[in-house]
């Protein structure tokens, strides 16, 4: 329970953490080893894009999700929780996900690693 607390439920109450924690089943490995092929995704520059993060993830670090953030060209709408904003904080992040509506790009696409792009 202590690694999905840390992983998922940082910033939980106890009483949500209980809740949430006896709904958890094992993820089937199958769909994680399966490949996702999405044609053209990095030509896509007509459709809105956003990304949210959660400060305090320790799931997807801040780094990671900047990083991320920054391969799609968007600023990441960031929200001070950890990895499961809809459990801690759900209508500052349903109102979150209203903005990422109306978020406009900031830059390209980038298809490679940003290490890829550094000297």
């Known amino acids: 329970m202590v690694g999905a607390v840390m992983a998922f439920y940082n910033d939980c109450s106890d009483e949500l953490v209980d ?42 670090f801040p780094a990671l999700a900047r990083s991320q953030a920054k391969r799609l060209g968007v600023v990441p709408l960031e929200i001070d929780t ?13 109102a979150l996900l209203v903005d990422a509506t109306k978020t406009e790009p900031v830059g390209p696409l980038i298809p490679t690693s940003l290490s890829d792009h550094t000297s």
């Open 19 to 60: 809740w949430a924690y006896s709904r958890l089943v094992p993820e089937p490995p199958a769909p994680m080893a399966e490949p996702v092929f999405v044609p053209r995704f990095w030509e896509n520059t007509g459709h809105s894009r956003s990304f949210i993060m959660g400060s305090r993830d320790t799931t997807c």
């Open 82 to 94: 950890g990895h499961s904003p809809w459990l801690s904080r759900p209508a500052e992040f349903a």
